[in-house]
C-alpha cells in the first residue's frame, strides 16, 4: 500500500485536510495493502472495508466519527504511543468537524477552471520566453544591419539607396517575426511582443515595414503597427514615418498613423 494516496483536487477545502489526517493515520497501521489496513480497523470492532478507505483517503467520502476514532486508536497502538503519529484525537476530530458534510456542487467546475487557467498560463510563459528570445534577436540582427551597412555615397536628388536597402532588410525582418508571432501565439501575447519589437524600429523601418506587410496581404498586421507606432513614439518620429509612407504613395496609411498619434 502507497504511504499516502493523491487527495482529489475536486474535494472542497475541508475534505481534502481530512483526508491528509487519514492519510497520516493509516501509515502508522504498518499494513501493506488497504485490504489490510481494513481487517486491522474491523478487528479493533468498526467493520469496513478497502474500498471505503480508498475514498477516505482520497477525499471523496467523509468518513464517520466511528470510523476517524478506531482508525487513530489502532494506530496510536501499532505506532506505539500518540505522540509518535503526530496527532491527538482531538485534533482529528477538529477537523472532521470542519470538513463538509456534502460535496461541493461547484468545486468540480472551478477546479477544472483553475486547471485551464494553469495550463494556459504555463503556455504563455513559454511563449513569452521564446518571443522575448525572438525579440532580443531581431534587435541583435537590427543592430548588425545598422553597423555594417555603411551608406553609399550617393547624390541627394538620387537618394540614400544604400539606407533604403537598410530599411527595407530591417522590414523584412520585422515581416517574417511578426507573421510567426500571429499565427503561432495567444492574442494578447502577440500584441505584447509587436507592441515591443516596433519599440525598435526607426521610422524608416516602420514605414517600410509598412509597405512590406500591406504587399504581402497581412493588413490586419500593418493597421496594428501602423497604431503602435504612431500612439507609442514621439512627433518627431512619427511624422518622418508618415512622410516615407507618403513618398511610397500610402495615402490612407499617413492619415492613420497621424490620427493615431493625435490620439
Known amino acids: 500500500m ?3 494516496a493523491k487527495v482529489s483536487e475536486e474535494a472542497p477545502p475541508g475534505r ?3 483526508a491528509q489526517v487519514v492519510n497520516q ?3 502508522h497501521l504498518g499494513a501493506t495493502t488497504l485490504q489490510e489496513a481494513a481487517e486491522l480497523i474491523t478487528e479493533r470492532g468498526y467493520p469496513t472495508h478497502k474500498s471505503r478507505l480508498s475514498r477516505y483517503r482520497s477525499g471523496r467520502n467523509r468518513p464517520p466519527e466511528g470510523f476517524l476514532v478506531t482508525l487513530h486508536a489502532v494506530a496510536v497502538e501499532r505506532a506505539g504511543g500518540e505522540e509518535a ?3 491527538s484525537k482531538h485534533d482529528a476530530l477538529e477537523v472532521l468537524a470542519a470538513a463538509e458534510t456534502k460535496a461541493c456542487a461547484v468545486c468540480p467546475t472551478l477546479y477544472r477552471r483553475i486547471r485551464h487557467v494553469r495550463k ?10 521564446r518571443l522575448s528570445e525572438a525579440r532580443a534577436g531581431l534587435e541583435g540582427e537590427l543592430a548588425d544591419l545598422r553597423k ?3 551608406p553609399l555615397p550617393v547624390p541627394p536628388q538620387r537618394g540614400d539607396r544604400q539606407r533604403i536597402a537598410q530599411d527595407v532588410a530591417a522590414a523584412r525582418q520585422f515581416a517574417v517575426m511578426t507573421a510567426d508571432v500571429d499565427e503561432t501565439t495567444e492574442p494578447d501575447v502577440a500584441l505584447a511582443v509587436l507592441r515591443q519589437t516596433a519599440e525598435v524600429l526607426t521610422p524608416l523601418e ?3 515595414s509598412v509597405a512590406l506587410l500591406r504587399g504581402e496581404g497581412r493588413h490586419e498586421l500593418a493597421d496594428t503597427l501602423i497604431t503602435l507606432y504612431g500612439r507609442d513614439h514621439p512627433d518627431k518620429e512619427v511624422i518622418r514615418a508618415a512622410l516615407q509612407l507618403h513618398e511610397y504613395g500610402m495615402a490612407d ?6 490620427r493615431a498619434a493625435a490620439g
Not at 120 to 129: C, G, P, S
Not at 253 to 258: H, K, Q, R
Open 85 to 87: 503519529i503526530g496527532i
Open 206 to 208: 516602420s514605414a517600410a
Open 120 to 129: 494556459r498560463n504555463r503556455r504563455l510563459l513559454r511563449d513569452n520566453r
Open 25 to 27: 493515520l493509516l501509515e
Open 16 to 18: 481534502r485536510a481530512l
Open 253 to 258: 496609411d499617413v492619415g492613420a498613423m497621424l
Open 148 to 150: 555594417n551597412m555603411t
Open 2 to 4: 502507497r504511504a499516502r
